[in-house]
T-cell receptor, first 113, second 116 residues
Framework: AQSVTQLDSQVPVFEEAPVELRCNYS??????LFWYVQYPNQGLQLLLK??????LVKGINGFEAEFNKSQTSFHLRKPSVHISDTAEYFC???????????FGTGTSLTVIP | DAGVIQSPRHEVTEMGQEVTLRCKPI?????LFWYRQTMMRGLELLIY????????DSGMPEDRFSAKMPNASFSTLKIQPSEPRDSAVYFC??????????????FGPGTRLTVL
């Protein structure tokens, strides 16, 4: 089975500052990795995903993530955050041959004016 | 497209009552997923369908939970009888990944269930 660990439950950051949200995964097989965002009282929306190829993945709203197989990580980054980025961010994993999908516990990003 | 539609948006019921949650996936999508979100357990995949057929229901917590997908445009999640610990937000999602999770899942707005 696979699992993901989001090390930070809450991340406060000032507007226009950079941010990194951490995600580590565990799996004995090849994986696909995802970041989803959940705005208050809404469903989840895909930010980006890694399936194969380039380890640096660019997503919507200026976010990017880097797949690091040796460190089993898939950290999410943005060079300059906006107030509108305040939301809950979820890392997720599935095996490339799997039939299950696992979300992390989420990281609450709060952008401070 | 209107996106994934869920109804009701909020449901308050008493312990022991039957609860039915409804979902209309995005037209053309052939995979449908039901998730439950709670503070304690986070987001959990309950069951998913591919081409209207249940593929994996290992996440369904108990026999009190059942899900159906009678056609490509409609699915239900039923809890009978409901218990207070079932209180959660239930999300439906759909994608065009034929049996896999590698494509984007489009989530509905969720149904907030409160069981008193």
């Amino acid at each position: 089975a696979q699992s993901v660990t989001q090390l930070d439950s809450q991340v406060p950051v000032f507007e226009e500052a950079p941010v990194e949200l951490r995600c580590n995964y565990s799996s004995s097989v090849s994986v696909y990795l995802f970041w989803y965002v959940q705005y208050p009282n809404q469903g989840l929306q895909l930010l980006l995903k890694y399936l194969s190829g380039s380890t640096l993945v660019k997503g919507i709203n200026g976010f990017e993530a880097e797949f690091n197989k040796s460190q089993t990580s898939f950290h999410l980054r943005k060079p300059s955050v906006h107030i509108s980025d305040t939301a809950e961010y979820f890392c997720a994993v599935t095996a490339d041959t799997g039939n299950q999908f696992y979300f992390g516990t989420g990281t609450s990003l709060t952008v401070i004016p | 497209d209107a996106g994934v539609i869920q109804s009701p948006r909020h449901e308050v019921t008493e312990m022991g009552q039957e609860v039915t949650l409804r979902c209309k996936p995005i037209s053309g999508h052939n995979s449908l997923f039901w998730y439950r979100q709670t503070m304690m357990r986070g987001l959990e995949l309950l069951i998913y369908f591919n081409n209207n057929v249940p593929i994996d229901d290992s996440g369904m917590p108990e026999d009190r939970f059942s899900a159906k997908m009678p056609n490509a445009s409609f699915s239900t999640l039923k809890i009978q009888p409901s218990e207070p610990r079932d209180s959660a937000v239930y999300f439906c999602a759909s994608s065009d990944a034929s049996g896999g999770f590698y494509n984007e899942q489009f989530f509905g707005p969720g149904t907030r269930l409160t069981v008193l």
